[in-house]
């Protein structure tokens, strides 16, 4: 099969992962078992630097507008050069926006205070995941401090730079989101979002859960996270996992990534139209077997690899992105849909956006969050 391009359009937005790196242990987050063990293989990469200099020139990238350091499993503050990084973005991409994705607990007062040059334009935009304060925050920030947190975000502000303060809210920590909205209008955050996370809706089973177990490093349970009821997501409403199936199954896709003219980029260099399904591409839980079936028929991982090939030929030659393209709406039944375009982009009242809050006021620009 010869590949078709997948975009009609310029790229001009970048979704790129710096590092596989975290110093936290979040209870949902893909690197670690439930907040335990972590998953074989992570938090070994740096995206290449090397790598990162070629996409700076890249033609594929001339007219990139949003550049948005996150992805699923690390920290962007973990690369060592990140600074420099965003430095390179600024130079190469002058008119483009950047977006950063941190829980913000590390590096120096003065590091975050300099950080804050490169974030001063009008869509420049730091997010700091900030959960509540005291123990409700470091429920699901594991190993992390809210006060640590609120000095960096204090030392960023006063370099100048622009940010906004996400709540990730849950049962424990809801009562607190009133006090932090009042702190972040207080401390100078651009603005505020509550995200309801809807990560209790387990995809292989598709049923929503009313507890989540919480894994210490031995894989033993101490602590469980309960859904926000003030901030309950729309998929707590099914009343089965049949109701989800059909809800899901018969939706249209319209997919975000190609409609934006956005590609993802994670740590180790795989290219996909967006994090979700970059997750799964590197992925090999029971989850991602519709993706992966695909995945293996149209060339496999190593064709969206840069370093083993082009993102030129990726984004424009990718037997992978066009058959994944197909299965939205294949009638001959070739290749069954993967699961997570019809969650995030089918076209039904549960996708993306719902996730979040957002109030009238100017602290109501919703995050676009890999860190959950």
């Keep these: 099969m010869t590949g078709s391009s997948f975009y009609s359009q310029p790229i001009v937005e970048l979704h790129l992962e710096p590092t596989d790196k975290c110093n936290a242990r979040c209870p949902m987050c893909a690197?670690?078992?439930?907040?335990?063990?972590?998953?074989?293989?992570?938090?070994?990469?740096d995206f290449s630097m090397q790598v990162y200099g070629a996409l700076l020139v890249s033609p594929a990238l001339s007219e990139l507008q949003t550049l948005r350091l996150c992805g699923n499993l690390g920290?962007?503050?973990l690369h060592p050069k990140l600074d420099k990084m965003i430095e390179l973005a600024k130079s190469h991409?002058?008119?483009?926006?950047?977006?950063?994705n941190t829980n913000g607990s590390i590096k120096s007062l003065d590091w975050w205070f300099d950080l804050g040059r490169f974030f001063q334009g009008k869509h420049d935009l730091v997010q700091f995941a900030l959960d509540g304060f005291g123990e409700e925050f470091s429920r699901y920030r594991r190993g992390l401090s809210s006060d640590e947190v609120l000095k960096r975000a204090e030392s960023?502000?006063?370099?100048?730079?622009?940010?906004q303060w996400?709540?990730?809210?849950?049962?424990?920590n809801e009562h607190q989101i009133a006090q932090a909205k009042k702190m972040s209008k207080h401390l100078g955050f651009e603005s505020f979002v509550v995200k309801k996370t809807k990560r209790f809706f387990r995809s292989a089973t598709s049923s929503w859960q009313s507890r989540f177990e919480v894994l210490d490093e031995s894989g033993q349970v101490v602590d469980s996270l309960?859904?926000?009821k003030a901030a309950k997501h729309p998929l707590a409403v099914l009343e089965s996992a049949q109701s989800a199936k059909e809800i899901l199954s018969g939706c249209s896709i319209t997919c975000r990534a190609k409609t934006r003219s956005s590609i993802y980029i994670s740590a180790k260099g795989v290219v996909a139209p967006c994090c979700w399904v970059g997750g799964q591409v590197e992925s090999d839980s029971s989850g991602a077997l519709d993706l992966q079936e695909i995945l293996k028929s149209h060339g496999g991982q190593k064709s969206l690899q840069l370093g083993s090939s082009q993102i030129e030929d990726?984004?424009?030659?990718s037997e992978f992105l066009g058959a994944?393209?197909?299965s939205w709406d294949d009638s001959s039944g070739i290749h069954k849909r993967p699961r997570v375009c019809e969650r995030i982009c089918g076209q039904h009242e549960f996708g993306f956006r719902q996730q979040f809050e957002e109030p009238k006021s100017s602290h109501s620009a919703p995050a676009q969050s890999g860190l959950v």
């Design 314 to 317: 990726i984004l424009h030659g």
């Design 226 to 228: 309960e859904p926000a």
């Design 166 to 172: 996400v709540f990730h809210a849950f049962a424990h």
């Design 75 to 77: 920290d962007p503050i």
């Design 31 to 45: 690197r670690r078992k439930q907040g335990g063990p972590l998953v074989d293989g992570v938090g070994q990469t």
């Design 93 to 100: 991409w002058p008119e483009a926006s950047i977006k950063l």
């Design 156 to 163: 960023f502000i006063r370099g100048g730079g622009r940010c």
């Design 324 to 326: 994944l393209e197909s």
